[in-house]
């Protein structure tokens, strides 16, 4: 295993706690990470991809395992997710209008792994 200390975190600059918008930040480690078949550099997609073309991605972060839950995961979580339509998302029966036009929405239409519990 290799552990690591978070040096800096860059949050970003637009994001409202309050409705948990442009929740992403950079963190800058310590030291390198070692790349390995357990360790591996992440890709970012290219700015001509279309997203709604897409159907299945993949989710990590440290939010919260447990719906309405306000405690954030002690370590890193990941889940290979589907991305389902925000107007379905948005409906009254899921998030009744939560979702924010530039997220996306992603999961199971069954609950138990979504990238907002």
Do not use: F
């Given at each position: 295993?290799?552990?690591?200390?978070?040096?800096?975190?860059?949050?970003?600059?637009?994001?409202?706690?309050?409705?948990?918008?442009?929740?992403?930040?950079?963190?800058?480690?310590?030291?390198?990470?070692?790349c390995s078949s357990y360790t591996q550099?992440?890709?970012?997609?290219?700015?001509?991809?279309?997203?709604?073309?897409?159907?299945?991605?993949?989710?990590?972060?440290?939010?919260?395992?447990?719906?309405?839950?306000?405690?954030?995961?002690?370590?890193?979580?990941?889940?290979?997710?589907?991305?389902?339509?925000?107007?379905?998302?948005?409906?009254?029966?899921?998030?009744?209008?939560?979702?924010?036009?530039?997220?996306?929405?992603?999961?199971?239409?069954?609950g138990t792994i979504d990238s907002c519990?």
């Amino acid at each position: 295993a290799q552990v690591r200390n978070v040096k800096k975190v860059v949050i970003h600059r637009n994001y409202k706690r309050s409705d948990m918008s442009n929740d992403i930040a950079l963190m800058q480690l310590d030291r390198p990470v070692l790349c390995s078949s357990y360790t591996q550099l992440a890709c970012l997609a290219e700015p001509t991809l279309s997203v709604s073309e897409l159907r299945n991605c993949w989710i990590a972060g440290w939010g919260a395992t447990t719906a309405r839950s306000l405690d954030s995961a002690d370590r890193l979580q990941q889940a290979k997710v589907k991305l389902i339509d925000v107007q379905l998302c948005n409906s009254s029966d899921w998030y009744a209008g939560e979702v924010h036009p530039y997220n996306l929405c992603a999961g199971y239409p069954q609950g138990t792994i979504d990238s907002c519990k």
